[in-house]
């Protein structure tokens, strides 16, 4: 079992950045995926970011250039960095988990699968305004 808090969500003008943290805890796994996904009112789930154990990160387009997913193990900490903040980033933000059992095949960690991950937290608003 993977626990996943999210905090750091807030509303901010558009152009502007937030900082969202993912705190791990539960099981520990040497090989997993990890990343970000978001829901706004009426839309379906985006995946937006994800990191495998490695360290490879993959973006969608839409947020490419802008932000940054990062990983901290020693803190169990998983980090979205977003700059450039547009309007159509509003949205709930969750973070999400897919530990990886010895043995099974895992497709790469790109950032649509993270919207599928078995494990995500209760999500954290972000709202930009224009």
């Known amino acids: 079992q993977v626990q996943l808090v999210e905090s750091g969500g807030g509303s901010v003008q558009s152009g502007g950045p937030l900082r969202l943290s993912c705190a791990v805890s539960?099981?520990?796994?040497?090989?997993?995926?990890m990343g970000w996904f978001r829901q706004a009112p009426g839309k379906e789930r985006e995946g937006v970011a994800g990191?495998?154990?490695?360290?490879?990160?993959s973006y969608a387009d839409s947020v490419k250039g802008r932000f940054t997913i990062s990983q901290d193990n020693d803190k169990n900490t998983l980090t979205l960095q977003m700059n450039s903040l547009k309007p159509e980033d509003t949205a709930m933000y969750y973070c999400?988990?897919?530990?990886?059992?010895?043995?099974?095949?895992?497709?790469?960690?790109?950032?649509?699968?993270?919207?599928?991950?078995?494990?995500w937290g209760q999500g954290t608003q972000v709202t930009v305004s224009s």
């Open positions: 539960g099981s520990t796994y040497s090989s997993y995926c």
């Open positions: 990191i495998d154990s490695d360290g490879t990160a």
């Open positions: 999400a988990a897919e530990p990886h059992y010895s043995g099974y095949y895992y497709p790469p960690c790109l950032s649509e699968r993270v919207k599928n991950f078995p494990y």
